[in-house]
């Protein structure tokens, strides 16, 4: 499925239950808000970033200040009917920034590169 696909269809699942992976809880914290990755986070929207082609969801916890995280640092519940399709999306961004023998660099490298659109 394409960037482009799968954005459609979380759209059409909003506000979508996430938990946040490293960055975003590091995040988080630093915000001071007490996060850990069993932490709930519901995402509002989602969009492809401009700058790098990649998904990106604007996320909070209840009452708290919303940040923005690439689709690639949340996690869906297992049981979201969307669960599969995020982490394909999620296996194919890592599996192209980690390719062996490739100098990619991280600031200039574009998600929508990957789908050429």
Excluded: W
């Amino acid at each position: 499925m394409s960037a482009q696909g799968l954005l459609t269809e979380i759209k059409k699942h909003l506000p979508l239950k996430v938990y946040g992976k490293g960055p975003v809880l590091e995040l988080l914290r630093e915000m001071g808000t007490l996060a850990e990755k069993t932490t709930p986070l519901q995402a509002t929207e989602v969009f492809r970033s401009n700058e790098s082609g990649e998904l990106v969801c604007v996320v909070a916890l209840e009452g708290k200040e919303k940040v923005t995280a690439a689709l690639t640092n949340l996690r869906l519940d297992i049981k979201h009917p969307l669960f599969a399709k995020v982490r394909n999306y999620q296996r194919e961004v890592e599996r192209e920034i980690s390719k062996p023998g490739q100098d990619v660099n991280r600031s200039s490298f574009r998600v929508g590169d990957l789908y050429k659109r």
